[in-house]
């Protein structure tokens, strides 16, 4: 258990949809940062945040944004969403920005129908 | 960006000391090399990180030459269990978050 929890574990809606994908980090990282990955394919970074702002910016589509919270839980909203935003969508935290240890979080399977 | 290159896959038998090597011609100076294990339909757990020479811990080993151009994870005595996807990251410092498609390693018995 990284200590990193996603919710919902699994989601299927259809297409043109909107849906949030919310993030709590470890006690104590600032950092947080979310993936998607789709069938069999590598990790594709999306976005970075660090104590509320955002640090970094990946292959993230328009549709698509985040924020964190004060508490720094985060979410993630993907809107019109198409067949192929269905991947596995990956949290991960870290104490700090750069090199540090990114602890994930178990995912969120999303299916578009 | 550093980018990595990695093969795609590996076999290896039980037993056995596994390296995979991971190219980053375009490592900046201030870049530290982080390698990932990535089971199915779970998030990647840290192995291993170095910035040059010789890294060991408990379940790993890092080389990296002096021109840091490249770098290789070995895994001693593998297991099936040590069947799983290895990445690669490099560009962190830069907050560039690249795991590449990483190494499909498969143990065998």
């Known amino acids: 258990d990284s200590g990193v929890t996603q919710t919902p574990k699994h989601l299927i809606t259809a297409t043109g949809q909107r849906v949030t994908l919310r993030c709590s980090p470890r006690?104590?990282?600032?950092?947080v940062y979310w993936y998607q990955q789709s069938l069999d394919q590598g990790l594709q970074f999306l976005i970075q945040?660090?104590?509320?702002?955002?640090?970094a910016k990946g292959n993230i589509l328009e549709r698509f944004s985040a924020q964190q919270f004060p508490d720094l839980h985060s979410e993630l909203n993907l809107s019109s969403l198409e067949l192929g935003d269905s991947a596995l969508y990956f949290c991960?935290?870290?104490?700090?920005?750069?090199?540090?240890?990114?602890?994930f979080g178990p995912g969120t399977r999303l299916t578009v129908t | 960006l550093a980018k990595t290159t990695q093969p795609i896959s590996m076999d290896s038998y039980e037993g056995q000391e596994v390296n995979i090597t991971c190219s980053h011609n375009?490592?900046?100076?201030?870049?530290?090399i982080t390698w990932y294990q990535q089971f199915p339909s779970q998030g990647p757990r840290f192995i291993i990180q170095?910035?040059?020479t010789k890294v060991t811990n408990e379940v790993a080993s890092l080389f990296i030459p002096a021109d840091r151009k490249s770098s290789t994870l070995s895994l001693p005595r593998v297991s099936l269990s040590d069947t799983a996807v290895y990445y690669c990251?490099?560009?962190?410092?830069?907050?560039?978050?690249?795991f590449g498609s990483g190494t499909k390693l498969n143990v065998k018995p």
């Open positions: 991960a935290s870290s104490v700090g920005t750069g090199d540090y240890e990114q602890y």
């Open positions: 006690s104590g990282d600032l950092s």
């Open positions: 945040y660090y104590n509320g702002e955002e640090r």
């Open positions: 375009n490592i900046a100076t201030n870049d530290y």
């Open positions: 170095g910035y040059k």
């Open positions: 990251l490099v560009g962190a410092s830069f907050n560039k978050f690249y």
